[in-house]
């Protein structure tokens, strides 16, 4: 019964910002790696952000500077801070939770965020 569950998306105006969560339920979040992915209309699902258990992240080239993962363990929840957001961050966006030492991997059921130029 592992579920991951986004919210926070929505639509904006370029340079705007959004916060996405993705609250997890059903695995032991502290030792799961969490990631975001967006996939928009015809396009293959991309990672756009990732964070390991112990806190290292890394990013796609094309949200450095503008997005920051973030996880509280307390709460079983990731979030994607998203700034200076622009008309190519359209796209839905998906939360993913990796556990390495029982090959897991989970999905939500993905988040819209539409922004207008």
């Known amino acids: 019964q592992v579920q991951l569950v986004e919210s926070g998306g929505g639509l904006v105006q370029a340079g705007g910002s959004l916060r996405l969560s993705c609250a997890a339920s059903?695995?032991?979040?502290?030792?799961?790696?969490m990631a975001w992915y967006h996939q928009a209309p015809r396009k293959q699902r991309e990672l756009v952000a990732a964070?390991?258990?112990?806190?290292?992240?890394n990013y796609a080239d094309s949200v450095k500077g503008r997005f920051t993962i973030s996880r509280d363990n307390a709460k079983n929840t990731v979030y994607l801070q998203m700034n200076d957001l622009k008309p190519e961050d359209t796209a839905l966006y998906y939360c993913?939770?990796?556990?390495?030492?029982?090959?897991?991997?989970?999905w939500g059921q993905g988040t819209q965020v539409t922004v207008s130029s």
């Open positions: 993913n939770a990796y556990g390495v030492l029982r090959g897991s991997n989970y």
């Open positions: 059903g695995i032991i979040f502290s030792i799961h790696s």
């Open positions: 964070i390991t258990s112990g806190g290292s992240t």
